[in-house]
């Protein structure tokens, strides 16, 4: 690449709208994407440079680079991603950027490792510790760290140390080792069926040696991963780099596991959860090209990629793809995106894909791949509705006895049963019987959330906490408080009163670490939990091969919140967790507690006319000119004072553009009105859906009114959440 200079324009990595400009100093050269250190007010800045600059300025008023990293640049294609997210989400350029150079420490020159190797003769006073090292080091006379040559022979690190006081042992300085091996696509390939064979076979046919995107539309249990992981195995063979995104972190250890047995080594794993060491030597070996595939959470689509041939978005669906705080962007669309600027290709993977990823595949935009049979022959689950305005449960119980039995009957044969409820905690609201007084949280318009486990009463919006009370803090009745409604926590109260004799395991995202959350998957797939109590976490991308029978305790839970895309997330949800039980040669059956037993969404779990389902989905919403026929972007504005915010909220409608092709909604309170202390308004926007939406909502923003003090305004375009 041509160096730049003597003026460059630098994105700085905080909230700017754009680059600045400033001098490269003599003998340091810069290119497009050098990642640098500039002065940004009374600090250094991190940021990267964008290229020449807009316009000319007087080179004595403007400041020097300060620092040029010895790393490779980043990709053109990764600055014109940063470029494109900014662009269509509203976001600061300089905030997308934020999350491309989100280790610091990975810029550093690798520290090397200590090792230790023979130097001498042994020493006069020799033990069996002693004779020990000497005799592996002998036998293998390679550099060796310390704590590697401890955990190789046995003895203690004064024994090491002891060996290089008496010159048989030096100690050398040697490069650290890579943060994963390369991958081999050949290790392990796996015997494919018939449909997973006619599968890949048609994603090759589609590959055009540049950008193509395939939407992997497999029934649950059909074998996906295997089929995508020949894709993989396609781009590794290639010299290309690959990325396999998943919604949720706890599924990340299965799938390196799974990985490793098909490719002989594990990928690299990019999540929240590594230590700041972790993601430097990760992000680096990236940049660098030494790390060959990366398993990880949403943020792995922004790793400076340089070789880029094949992202994965597994379960492709899901609602977690959708970054919802300052940088609003959808994993999926920016995955698409990014593949087409690198001339990679794209795999979205799912048993209950998004309409929108439906209705692309239907009209040719994405090749369609069906695997329309589970794999080994094994049968779909039996689904049957229960009506619970006909066969409820006894006051107070939430397990209806038609569900009851069901799980006995799997307890007697040996089988696991899961019980599902998509609602953390004990109950969802605490409610006084003497006053009528509702535990609120003091700066959310929302109930607060008992967890009895923990003894609190817990804000799901903001983090909130107080501990449960024993009197009603507004009467000062005794014994006056009632829990209404469940959470699994109440669920597993009844579960130990109803099958005493069962090993009942309760799973949730709040209810430890990721770590202990593993462990307790590995714990159901080993046997050793009878009766499974869980949220969404447990939904999707696990396999427990004597799981036979799964309840829905609340089949209606995500019906009921005016949301347009409710009955599209509940067919997702439910099918995911319903497909859990018979996935091995044993039948599966899985059971739906109902109040709407004649809905729509009902209908179609118990009949499995799932291509029914989006036929009626993709109708409506074109009759409505909603997703994928049409656009939407919401506009919450917030503030601390209430009437402030609708003014705000009113004076911005007034002064919308005008366009015949494009209707606002509001403003209005918000579903959940008052979160963190902050009222919230909300404005939507339609348009058909070649229209510019983000053109128009830029240009309103610029000419409407100007925002003051501590109000706000917040866009979403493509919103998936209506809260």
Sequence with gaps: MTPLGPVVAVMVSVAVDGPYSYRVPEGMEVVRGSIVVVPLGPRPTLGVVWGEPDSTFAHNRLKDIAEVFGVPPISDELLKTVDWVARYTLAQPGMVLRAVLRSREALDPPRPIIAYRLAGPPPE?????????????????????????????????????????????????????PPVLPPDPDFAPATLSDGQQQAIDTIRAHDTGGFSVALLDGVTGSGKTEVFFES?????RAGRQ??????????????????????????????????????????????TGEVRAVIGARSALFLPFRELGLLVLDEEHDGAFKQADRV?????????????????????????????????????????????SRFADAALPDITAIDMRAEGPEKGQWIAPRLSRAVFDALDRGEQALLFLNRRGYAPLTLCRA?????????????????????????????????????????????????????????????????????????????????????????????????????????KGHHFEKLSLVGVI?????????????????????????????????????????????????????????????????????????????????????????????????ALMAAAPLADAVRRFGPADAPVAMVRGRHRVRILVQSPKDFDLSGYVRFWLETGPAVKGNLRIQVDIDPMSFY
């Design 232 to 236: 993989v195995a396609d781009a590794l």
């Design 554 to 650: 609340d089949a209606d839970l995500g019906l009921a919140h005016g949301d347009p895309r409710a009955a599209e997330k509940t067919f997702q949800i439910l099918t995911q967790v319903t497909g859990r039980a018979g996935r091995e040669s044993r039948s599966g059956k899985a059971f739906l507690q109902t109040y709407h037993p004649e809905h729509a969404v009902m209908k179609t779990m118990v009949s499995g006319d799932r291509e029914g389902f989006y036929a009626h989905e993709l109708g409506v919403r074109k009759q409505g000119g909603l997703p994928p026929f049409g656009r939407l972007a919401a506009l919450i504005i917030s503030g601390a004072d209430h009437e402030q915010t609708m003014g705000l909220a009113r």
């Design 242 to 287: 690959v990325a396999i995104i998943l919604p949720e972190i706890a599924l990340t250890h299965t799938f390196l596991d799974r990985f490793e047995k098909r490719f002989g080594q594990r990928a690299a794993e990019w999540h929240s959860e590594m230590t700041p060491v972790q993601r430097a030597r990760v992000w680096r070996g990236v940049l």
């Design 328 to 372: 609003n962007y959808h994993g999926r669309d920016m995955a698409v995106v990014r593949a087409s600027l690198a001339g990679a290709r794209v795999i979205l993977s799912s048993a209950t894909p998004a309409v929108e990823s439906r209705n692309n595949a239907q009209t040719g935009r994405y090749a369609h791949v069906r695997l329309e």
């Design 435 to 539: 006053c009528g007084h509702q535990y609120q949280c003091p700066d959310c318009s929302t109930w607060l959330v008992e967890h009895r486990f923990r003894g609190v009463l817990m804000c799901h919006h903001c983090g909130h906490e107080e501990r449960a009370p024993e009197v009603c803090g507004s009467c000062g009745a005794t014994d006056s408080l009632v829990a209404v409604g469940p959470g699994i926590e109440r669920l597993a109260e009844e579960v130990a009163e109803r099958f005493p004799g069962a090993r009942p395991v309760v799973l949730s995202s709040d209810m430890g670490s990721m770590r202990q959350i593993r462990d307790r998957f590995a714990e159901i797939a080993r046997g050793e939990y009878d009766i499974i109590i869980g949220t969404q976490l447990v939904a």
């Design 125 to 177: 006073r020799m033990t069996a510790a002693r004779a020990r090292v000497l005799a592996f080091m002998e036998d293998d006379p390679m550099p060796w760290a310390r704590s590697a040559l401890v955990g190789a022979t046995g003895v203690s690190p004064a024994v090491v140390d002891g060996l290089v006081k008496a010159g048989a042992l030096e100690a050398v300085q040697t490069p650290p080792p």
